[in-house]
Structures are given as structure tokens and as C-alpha cells.
């Protein structure tokens, strides 16, 4: 049987005991029923599965001890940051939990011409802390034992600015040059390729937007004769390149 696995914001190691944090502990224990004696598996992003165990119930919460840390090693070769212009609500969401379950490291939400959500001070905040939680879930979800980055949103214009120079950066679009058999990216697992994939929000890129990721060096993909919505290209765009350059 398949064990519960839970994030856990906390220094982990193997003969340690640690009060869970809330949201841990009410998962296990109002979700899931576990009780006193019951085994998870906890992790923190470092890479590593540890066995626990519960080991004392209360009102006010669980405490855990772990047994041993086990590595994981399912991140892809492919190291895919999605640049993402944001999406309204449960579309964002949608986004950010496919694509860490096909194994993006890092997400990009940008604003652009067309976004239709307008976020800034508490209200960004309040998102990201949102966004962030989403990305946690996927990942307890798909087994994941590293949690992909996820930079602060920010204009386009402005996350360009901040991609690494050795990224290979294509843009979807339906005019664009390239299709996926024409790309020319490594198949060696061992050539740590990083590709940074930029998606439109609903209403895709405007020609300003256009003019800004040719000047940072993008190149446009097509996916096919098809207008897709931008929850479901990116995700399209990922299963591709997982399939063809990545761990598929």
C-alpha cells in the first residue's frame, strides 16, 4: 500500500521526533484518519523521502518521529522552466499542479498585455502563498521529493530579463518556425538542458508582448493545427518535451 506523503517546512533526519505543522497533522489525521502508531512519509524539498511514524495524538495536533531518509531521484533531465502568463483562478491552479506532476523545476507567472487578473501588494501575496501551496500538493501528489521554484510574478519584460543565458527559449505560437521535430535539443540524459517554455494567458501574447520575448531570444513552436487554450498548450508543450527530450 501506497503511504501518504506530506511536506514538511522543517529540518528532517533520521531518529528525530518533531511536532507536525498544523496543516500536516489535520491532513493525517481529519483526511486521512491515521492514529497513533500509524506509518507516512514526510519531506522537505531536499530530495529525500523519510519514513515516519506517529507517535503521539493530541487535540492539538501530531507528533512524528522518522526512521531513515531514503533519496529520490525522479526529477527530469530536462530541466523546464514554464514561463506562464497568468491565468484566472482555477485555470492557474490547473496549470501549476499538471505541470509540476509532468516534472517542470521552475515556473515564471508573468503579467502581460492580455492577463486578465490584475494582482499587486497583499492581494500578489495572498496568490503566491496560493500558487505555492498548489505546487506543494502536486508534488506529495506525483512523488516528488524537490519542490519546483516558483518566482515571484512580475511583467514580462521584466522576467525575461532574468533567464539564464544558456536556456534554450521558444514561445508557443501558431505562426512560429519551429514544430517539435524540428527542434534541435540534446537526448543525453547527462546534458543538464535547460528549456524555458513561454505560454500566453487566455487571451495570448499581444504583439507588444511578441516584440519583447523575439528581442530576449525566443523562438516560436507550433503545436499543430489546433487553437488550444493556455491551461491546456503548456501542458501539451511539456508532455512533448518530456516525451522527446526529457525522462518519458
Not at 505555492?132 to 519584460?157: K, Y
Not at 543565458?165 to 505562426?175: F, V
Not at 546534458?191 to 530576449?216: F, H, Q, Y
Not at 503545436?223 to 508532455?239: F, K, M, N, S
Request: contains cysteine.
Amino acid at each position: 500500500m501506497r503511504l501518504t506523503r506530506v511536506f514538511v517546512d522543517a529540518h528532517l533526519a533520521p531518529g528525530a521526533r518533531l511536532r507536525l505543522p498544523e496543516h500536516a497533522a489535520a491532513h493525517l489525521l481529519r483526511v486521512l484518519r491515521l492514529r497513533e502508531g500509524d506509518a507516512c512519509v514526510l519531506f522537505n524539498g531536499d530530495g529525500r523521502d523519510c519514513a515516519a511514524r506517529l507517535v503521539a495524538v493530541d487535540k492539538r495536533g501530531a507528533e512524528a518521529e522518522i526512521a531513515d531518509a531514503t533519496p529520490v531521484d525522479n526529477e527530469s533531465p530536462l530541466r523546464i522552466v514554464l514561463l506562464q502568463g497568468i491565468a484566472r483562478g482555477e485555470k492557474m491552479d490547473l496549470i501549476l499542479q499538471k505541470a509540476t506532476e509532468l516534472g517542470v523545476a521552475a515556473f515564471v507567472p508573468v503579467f502581460a498585455d492580455r492577463t486578465e487578473v490584475r494582482l499587486d501588494g497583499e492581494r500578489l501575496d495572498k496568490r503566491m502563498a496560493h500558487w505555492r501551496s498548489v505546487v506543494v500538493s502536486a508534488c506529495e501528489q506525483s512523488g516528488r521529493a524537490r519542490i519546483p521554484d516558483l518566482h515571484p510574478a512580475r511583467p514580462l519584460r521584466d522576467a525575461t530579463a532574468t533567464l539564464p543565458d544558456t536556456a534554450h527559449r521558444l514561445t508557443l505560437d501558431p505562426y512560429g518556425a519551429h514544430r517539435f521535430t524540428t527542434l534541435a535539443l540534446p537526448r543525453d540524459p547527462s546534458a543538464d538542458t535547460t528549456v524555458v517554455l513561454a505560454v500566453g494567458p487566455e487571451g495570448g501574447w499581444s504583439d507588444k508582448d511578441r516584440m519583447i520575448l523575439t528581442d530576449a531570444a525566443f523562438h516560436g513552436l507550433r503545436l499543430g493545427p489546433r487553437v488550444l487554450r493556455t491551461e491546456t498548450a503548456g501542458l501539451a508543450a511539456i508532455a512533448a518535451l518530456q516525451a522527446g527530450f526529457g525522462d518519458w
